[in-house]
């Protein structure tokens, strides 16, 4: 099955400096690769995805890019605003229909 | 368009007994998927049900059980609790005609089991 990890657990930024995460996957037949993100008493919240077809994707303050050769995606998000503070997570499809396998998450902290 | 609702938003159970849970997708969509989030093993596949169809499950015990309705309204049970069973339990749902699609969360049921 699909193996996602994720990198960093944790990371604490300047308010107005990016913020990078990564993610890693194993299974070479994935095709799209959604983010969320994760406010404490909520559910996750779809922020990007990339289907496997382009290499990056943009909106606003979020990117995501992703490398097929390595078999791994990132998360880009510059400016940073203390709303972004919150849990994210990368994911990629396993095993078909909906089935989703998720990275073990990232707990973003903006500092104002 | 009215989100993803779970009912109840927060329960109590003591070792032994059973729960049942529910979910109610956004109007239109027929794929529900269950996830369960612990602070341990994260955010894991529990299963996910299409036109009242169980089309896939995650690696979980048999006591871990699910229903789909006519209205798409999705339903999970478990029977025989266990400590371990503590965690936020969220639905999603999901047009899911063609290739994957979005997933939209509802806000999750908070079961602790004493």
């Known amino acids: 099955g699909e193996n996602v990890e994720q990198h960093p657990s944790t990371l604490s930024v300047q308010e107005g400096d990016s913020a990078v995460i990564k993610c890693t996957y194993s299974?070479?037949?994935?095709?799209?690769f959604p983010w969320y993100k994760q406010e404490l008493g909520k559910g996750p919240q779809l922020i990007i995805d990339?289907?496997?077809?382009?290499g990056e994707k943009k909106d606003q303050r979020i990117a995501v890019t992703l490398n097929k050769t390595a078999k791994h995606f990132s998360l880009h998000i510059t400016e940073t605003q203390p709303e972004d503070s919150a849990v994210y997570f990368c994911?990629?499809?396993?095993?078909?229909?909906?089935?989703?396998?998720f990275g073990t998450g990232t707990k973003l902290q903006v500092i104002p | 368009k009215a989100g993803v609702t779970q009912t109840p938003r927060y329960l109590i159970k003591t070792r032994g007994q059973q729960v049942t849970l529910s979910c109610s997708p956004i109007?239109?969509?027929?794929?529900v998927s269950w996830y369960q989030q612990t602070p341990g093993q994260g955010l894991q596949f529990l299963f996910e049900?299409?036109?009242?169809?169980?089309?896939n499950k995650g690696n979980f015990p048999g006591r871990f059980s699910g229903r789909q309705f006519s209205n798409s309204r999705s339903e999970m049970n478990v029977s025989t609790l266990e400590l371990g069973d503590s965690a936020l339990y969220l639905c999603?749902?999901?047009?899911?005609?063609?290739?994957?699609?979005?997933?939209?969360f509802g806000p999750g049921t908070r079961l602790t089991v004493l």
């Open positions: 049900y299409f036109s009242e169809t169980q089309r």
């Open positions: 990339i289907r496997s077809n382009v």
């Open positions: 994911a990629a499809p396993t095993g078909g229909y909906q089935k989703v396998t």
């Open positions: 109007s239109g969509h027929r794929s």
């Open positions: 299974d070479s037949a994935s095709n799209y």
């Open positions: 999603a749902s999901s047009f899911a005609v063609g290739s994957y699609n979005e997933q939209f």
